[in-house]
T-cell receptor
């Protein structure tokens, strides 16, 4: 079943601007991950944040997690046209690679040069 | 390391025929593999969980007799779409959990199935 909800569903920004995407989930989790998917392609793992972490950085990406609100945000700073893609959050309730991920509906980001 | 491949990357078949999709973990052993389906402009939906040497566990609403899953070895799982229909046209993605490694799954590049 799908438990994540991304907000907004679609986002269009100018190159150089920051893009913020939000994700909400329903159940308790062990970790939350963000993925990128270019049109018609596979998933690219961006970042994983554990349930006991509040913020994590990776290059131009910043992820926050608020377990009390069951929400996470992904911030992409200084966006580039190459960042155009769909972004999904995914959660799992287990603590191993043997637990399926539950994906949110995704945000389609368009970065205009 | 931790590469997952899928074959074929795309396939077109006629309605009523069967199609087999392979998912391989190339450099690690995967005790568990997952099959997801993604319709255009939608998210990934889990279809089934495949454990090596045992029967797959299907999600509610997924017909096990239509989507046959075999996980005969620690590096290979196959999904066979039997008697395919146009509504089965979708993007099928597998992922593999790495034995002994927590928290990470590795996704294949996906297979685009078009049923005419």
């Amino acid at each position: 079943s799908q438990q994540g909800e991304e907000d907004p569903q679609a986002l269009s920004i100018q190159e150089g601007e920051n893009a913020t995407m939000n994700c909400s989930y329903k159940t308790s989790i062990n970790n939350l991950q963000w993925y990128r998917q270019n049109s018609g392609r596979g998933l690219v793992h961006l970042i994983l944040i554990r349930s006991n972490e509040r913020e994590k950085h990776s290059g131009r990406l910043r992820v926050t997690l608020d377990t009390s609100k069951k929400s996470s945000s992904l911030l992409i700073t200084a966006s580039r046209a190459a960042d155009t893609a769909s972004y999904f959050c995914a959660t799992d309730e287990g603590n191993s690679g043997n637990t399926p991920l539950v994906f949110g509906k995704g945000t389609r980001l368009s970065v205009i040069a | 390391g931790a590469v997952v491949s899928q074959h074929p990357s795309w396939v077109i078949c006629k309605s009523g025929t069967s199609v087999k999709i392979e998912c391989r973990s190339l450099d690690f052993q995967a005790t568990t593999m997952f099959w997801y389906r993604q319709f255009p402009k939608q998210s990934l939906m889990l279809m089934a969980t495949s454990n090596e040497g045992s029967k797959a566990t299907y999600e509610q609403g997924v017909e096990k007799d239509k989507f046959l899953i075999n996980h005969a070895s620690l590096t290979l799982s196959t999904l066979t779409v039997t008697s395919a229909h146009p509504e089965d046209s979708s993007f099928y993605i597998c992922s593999a959990g790495r034995a002994g490694k927590a928290r990470e799954q590795y996704f294949g590049p996906g297979t685009r199935l078009t049923v005419t």
